[in-house]
């Protein structure tokens, strides 16, 4: 593992904390912004340009716009409102862990994963952020769950973290194409998001969804919808809800378990909405959509991954339009569970392939980085107690 840096840059001042940030001011709101400040409405399109596809860090930099245009918007706002205090890369240079603090003081993190081409799929680069700081679910196997719930993210806290790493993808392209790497053709940036990081994404809906917009927007970073999965713990009404929602993104549900006795055992939500009602939840919006719905199942050892549970989960889930990816736990500092072997988890997964239920084993990435949900944080605090 490389040692924790503490990220120098970005470090907000008294006074431009006080500001509001622009990330957290809608689209059509931008252009109500530029009338009252006596502008065009085209100087609001170049100023969504320059936030979302220039990457600009401050509004100095946007050079497009009049100086005293610039000067009034820094006046009124700031931009980033996540800033970054420890940043980890694994060992095999794959995956970056960032920990940021909001301005209240509030941690939350974002991993960057790089992926190489294989036989199925292109290089990517995929980045995994969070929605709330903490989380009030409480499963048992997850660091987050183990800390509670602190608040929700605001729009611009859930952009901003991808604004950072896609500024570290291109400047690591740039690298690589000067390095005669990789061509000028080649620029990719973030390729896929994944709504895995710390919280639960359909609790705080009305905010994950504005950031959904705003990062497949075609004049922003433009991230195509088939590139954005979003995770739950299996909000069944916000799942139907999500099947109504024009834009095509993924949808993972975690199932972690096949039968109400093993779901209630590490996941407290199942009191609430039993396994049958979630996956009713899926068919719907399955149904809606035509979509595949994409189940994660955390492999705990001695907890969840007999033959005797991959024959129920592949019952439960037989004929059901879904792909099934088995990821073995990351253990956690205070979690009770270990990792079961490889050959446990190829065995799960022929015993779902009994019964037509497809899936794949996970290979984690950031291990020795703390990467899985809420770890880092988790970290942090223990440290700094
Ligand atoms: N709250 C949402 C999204 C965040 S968690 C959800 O639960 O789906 C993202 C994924 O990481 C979930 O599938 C979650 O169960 C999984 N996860 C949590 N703790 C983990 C751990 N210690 N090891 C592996 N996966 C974990
Ligand atoms: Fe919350 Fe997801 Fe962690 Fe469960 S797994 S505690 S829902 S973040």
């Keep these: 593992m490389m040692p924790c840096v503490d990220a120098q840059s970005r470090q907000p001042t008294t ?17 109500e912004l530029m009338h009252e400040l ?52 694994s060992a095999d240079r794959s995956t970056d862990k960032t920990l940021f603090r909001l301005d209240d003081g509030e941690l939350i993190e974002t991993v960057l994963m790089r992926y190489d081409a294989d036989g199925h799929r292109k290089r990517r680069k995929t980045v995994c952020i969070s929605t709330q700081a903490g989380c009030a679910l409480g499963c048992t196997f997850c660091a987050t769950g183990q800390q509670g719930f602190r608040r929700q993210l605001s729009v611009g806290e859930i952009v901003d973290q991808v604004l950072y790493m896609e500024r570290v993808a291109r400047a690591e392209d740039q690298r690589e194409i000067e390095q005669g790497e990789r061509s000028r053709g080649d620029l990719q940036g973030v390729t896929n998001v994944v709504f895995m990081g710390m919280g639960e994404p359909l609790a705080n809906y009305d905010n994950t969804m504005a950031a959904v917009r705003v990062l497949n927007d075609d004049q922003g970073l433009h991230i195509g919808a088939r590139h954005i999965t979003i995770s739950t713990v299996g909000l069944p009404d916000q799942i139907e809800r999500l099947g109504h929602e024009p834009v095509q993104i993924n949808l993972a549900v975690s199932l972690h378990a096949p039968d109400n006795a ?76 270990g990792r079961p072997s490889r050959e446990a988890a190829k065995a799960f997964q022929d015993g779902l392939a009994g019964y037509g239920v497809p899936s794949t084993v996970r290979v984690e990435k950031g291990i020795d980085i703390n990467a899985g949900c809420g770890q880092l944080r988790a970290r942090a605090l223990r440290q700094s107690a």
């Design 15 to 31: 006074e431009a904390t006080a500001l509001p940030s622009i990330l957290d001011v809608p689209k059509d709101r931008i252009g």
């Design 38 to 89: 006596g502008e065009p409405s085209f100087r609001g399109r170049q100023l969504w340009g320059a936030l979302y596809r220039s990457l600009a860090t401050s509004f100095d930099d946007m050079t497009d716009l009049a100086k005293s245009l610039r000067g009034k918007l820094d006046q009124q706002f700031r931009i980033a409102c996540a800033t970054p205090s420890i940043e980890t890369r």
């Design 262 to 337: 093993t779901r209630s055992e590490t996941m407290p939500i199942n009191a609430r909405y039993p396994i049958e009602r979630v996956i009713e939840a899926c068919r719907a919006y399955i149904a809606r959509t035509n979509r595949k719905v994409f189940f994660e199942y955390v492999l705990l050892r001695g907890q969840n991954d007999s033959a005797a549970h991959a024959a129920r989960l592949g019952k439960r889930l037989r004929g059901l339009l879904c792909h099934v990816n088995l990821i073995p736990v990351n253990p956690t500092s205070d979690g009770p569970f």
